[in-house]
């Protein structure tokens, strides 16, 4: 194929994903009940994670968590539609995600090798993976503990917390897409591994100060301080560290004798 012939099948590449994506954020659009009951979850105390707080309490022979209820505010005339129509968006990019790689993917394969094929293949699985994972730890864990905080915080009783669903909307995308892109520790750390840059000992070596780093990490991400919130975001970043040494390989012994040499020199 020429390069022109190249350019225009990643036109087609592009303007299918364009379509898949549109056609997705149409749907979210369309049901737009479905799409803010999911995003407004947290601000009822029915939510998952505070009923489960509620039954571990329970089972300590403590009192529940206070009664939880936020109410989101419009504040600007034209807000409620235009965000309707960008969380329609970034529920069908979360969603699409995968799809619009795979297009991406059909377009690469002829010009890799078998081998190539399957590990191509076997990151963007992983990456995928650990992506929804995190999206879902933010979803699930982080995001509720942040809005029940910053939601009933006051600096004085006469002071009341109205929030925007500007304000709302944004604070919950950008912990959720924040916590995804963490997640992606695991597959950075295997491509820089064979690409010859990070090694599973180096991972060893930095154990202890990359567990003091993630929680300063964890204590950046979450706004609540209190040592709870602080270890249920830092243990899984400690484990994804963990996971990223397991998929690490181990420096070949020609790669030690070589930095050596150039140490030597």
């Known amino acids: ?111 890799l090798y078998p081998k190539e094929r399957r590990s191509v293949i076997r990151a963007f699985a992983f990456a995928a993976i650990f992506f929804y994972a995190g999206v879902l730890v933010g979803y699930f864990l982080l995001f509720p503990l942040t809005l029940r905080f910053l939601g009933t915080y006051q600096v004085m009783e006469e002071v009341t917390n109205q929030i925007s669903l500007k304000s709302y909307i944004s604070t919950f995308f950008s912990l959720i897409l924040i916590l995804g892109v963490v997640f992606e520790l695991p597959t950075l750390a295997a491509l820089l591994s064979r690409l010859g840059l990070l090694y599973k000992h180096t991972l060893k070596k930095y154990r202890k100060h990359a567990f003091v780093v993630l929680l300063i990490i964890a204590a950046i991400i979450t706004p609540t301080g209190d040592p709870f919130t602080l270890m249920a975001i830092g243990l899984p970043l400690y484990g994804l560290y963990e996971i990223s040494i397991l998929m690490c390989r181990k420096k070949k012994t020609g790669d030690e004798e070589g930095d050596a040499a150039e140490i030597k020199q």
């Open 1 to 111: 194929m020429t390069f022109w012939e190249h350019l225009d099948e990643l036109r087609k590449v592009l303007f299918r994903s364009a379509l898949i994506l549109l056609g997705a954020a149409l749907v979210f659009f369309i049901f737009k009940e479905f799409s803010f009951g999911v995003v407004f979850a947290p601000t009822d105390d029915k939510f998952v994670l505070y009923r489960l707080a509620d039954y571990l309490l329970g089972l300590a022979g403590q009192p529940p968590l206070e009664p939880f209820k936020l109410k989101v505010i419009n504040i600007d005339l034209p807000a409620q539609f235009f965000i309707h129509i960008s969380t329609s968006f970034y529920f069908a990019l979360v969603v699409c995600t995968p799809v619009i790689l795979y297009q991406l993917w059909t377009f690469v394969r002829p010009a």
